[in-house]
């Protein structure tokens, strides 16, 4: 799995600072260190809306189509797929679950069980004159994909808190766990565990696991 934060909004919490003074038309309040207080204080009051000025964009690759699934659902980020109807998936990756590289006969069966999805992929574009778009039918979820996601900041910490959990599944729980490092290496105020505890965050025992390790 790779992950790189393409883009972001410059200074992002001054920005969240700067919209949100608008209301009060409190600019004259604005010095080089009021921007992280302002994000606080806005967090704690529920006004997630000044975090809606901020965005960063990711790009994703590695992952499995069974991961990408779950992204896609998130229905206010802005994601581009990789296409395969129109990319040649015939040596394309395919994502293994630790779960099966850790049982040798289980691992031997399923990268058989790959061999011959791959290998009749082929068979049925180069043979039979298969449109990619129809022989792509038989490709499992395993199979790696690309993508780019864009999303505001509170979108971001809503997807966090639902995906960063024992529940989630595992790779979408890697996913955005490395996504959280590198939004709180941008904007701390925000992106602090402090966010999920005063807003009762999802299975906050992992949360504060992996913010032990994103604080350091």
Known sequence: ??????????????????????????????????????????????????????????LISGISRAASHQIVRNRLCSIVQMSQRYVDQS???????????????????????????KRTYEILISQYGIPREDARFLLPEATETELSITANFREYLHVIDERVSRHAQWEIREIFSRVWKFLYGIAPNVFHIDYFRGNHGKDMETKEKIFLEIGR
């Open 1 to 58: 799995m790779n992950l790189k934060l393409i883009a972001y909004t410059s200074d992002p919490e001054k920005v969240i600072e700067l919209c949100g003074r608008v209301s009060h038309r409190s600019d004259k309040k604005i010095d080089n260190e009021s921007a992280g207080p302002f994000c606080k204080k806005m967090i704690q009051l529920g006004h997630l809306s000044t975090l809606e000025s901020a965005s960063a964009t990711f």
């Open 91 to 117: 040596d394309i990756g395919f994502v293994i679950p630790e779960s099966i590289m850790r049982e040798p006969n289980a691992l031997g069966l399923f990268k058989r069980s790959i061999d011959d999805a």
